[in-house]
């Protein structure tokens, strides 16, 4: 696990942008950390990266919002927001787990900790931690 440490939004951003370059299709992303750690900032980011001018936000009352991406190897970017799913057949009953199986797609959820036992093994975690102000602590597997 790499840790690195971002001293403001912009880094932040700037951090997830250069990081959506290295994804492929068919990679899951499970975001984790308090409310107001980043997990969406790191999302807009990610879909910066992938070249999305969409103002991106979190699908909190919609849970799954789906972007068309129309450079790049991955073809949709699929965000995923798990803070009002009380279980994980609630993500199952929305469809989102079709998503989790399209290798030309990249699937980010948010608070992914609290749906751990319906995603597959092969989710990479993102752990966001509030240092202090704007620094946060982003540790990337």
Known sequence: MTHIVTHSEKETLA???KYAKTLRGGTILGLIGNLGAGKTVFIKGLAS???LKKNITSPTFVIMKVYPVKKGKVKNFVHIDAYRI???RD???IGAQEYLNWPDTLTVIEWADRIKKVL?????FIKI???AGEKRKISLN
């Open 15 to 17: 951090l997830a942008k």
């Open 49 to 51: 990266g992938l070249g």
């Open 86 to 88: 009380k279980e994980g």
């Open 91 to 93: 993500l199952i009953a």
């Open 120 to 124: 597959p093994e092969k989710i990479r």
């Open 129 to 131: 931690k509030i240092l």
